[in-house]
């Protein structure tokens, strides 16, 4: 089987590369610019993984934005962030409030993945989707990518099995890492 495309790595935004904020058993994404933090290891994580040869890009909901109580423009500048201190190819977002109106691009549908693929020449089978929320590892294993749950301890259930599930931005690193160095090995 002849490998095409290039090789990615999905994120999810809050709780997998920036602070999430946990209240009452459930994450939300940071309300305002100030308040948005990335992780520690989320440079040195996202480096590694550039220099191993993957396209890094985001996949995130913002909801809040369709709900009309979280500006579009503070989400962007949010991103910009990212941007800046991250080496991302790619930020894709759905703000669309319900599954309904979103036509499979709010995960858990596909659809952000799909357009990035579509975008940027990306083999989703030979990607990955890192992500904090059922949601993330529902969209990519509809999306045929391989999953790693950061399992954070939320209360909520995964519907999807994950391919693997971690603590750390790190250690979903390391996962990729080791598969891209020994594709036949799984932990």
């Known amino acids: 089987m002849t490998e095409t495309g290039r090789r990615a790595v999905f994120f999810d935004r809050d709780g997998t590369l920036n602070l999430q904020v946990v209240r009452e058993g459930k994450p939300y994404p940071p309300a305002s610019v100030e308040e948005f933090s990335l992780f520690p290891e989320a440079e040195s994580c996202c480096l590694r ?14 909801p809040d934005v369709g709900r009309g109580t979280q500006r579009r423009e503070t989400v962007e500048s949010m991103h910009r962030i990212m941007l800046e201190k991250l080496p991302l190819d790619f930020v894709e977002v759905s703000y669309d409030a319900t599954d309904e109106v979103s036509q499979g691009r709010r995960k858990p549908g596909p659809g ?13 089978a030979r990607s990955w989707m890192i992500g ?33 599930t971690v603590h750390s931005l790190q250690e979903a690193a390391n996962i990729i890492l080791t598969q891209t160095s020994n594709p036949n090995t799984k932990t």
């Open 112 to 124: 952000m993945l799909l357009a990035a693929a579509k975008n940027h020449g990306i083999d989703l």
């Open 49 to 62: 993984l550039k220099k191993a040869g993957y396209l890094l890009g985001v996949a995130t909901n913002q």
């Open 132 to 164: 904090d929320r059922w949601r993330d590892i529902d969209c990519g294993a509809k999306a045929g990518c391989q999953t790693i749950f950061i399992d954070w301890g939320y209360q909520e259930h995964l519907r999807e099995k994950p391919d693997f």
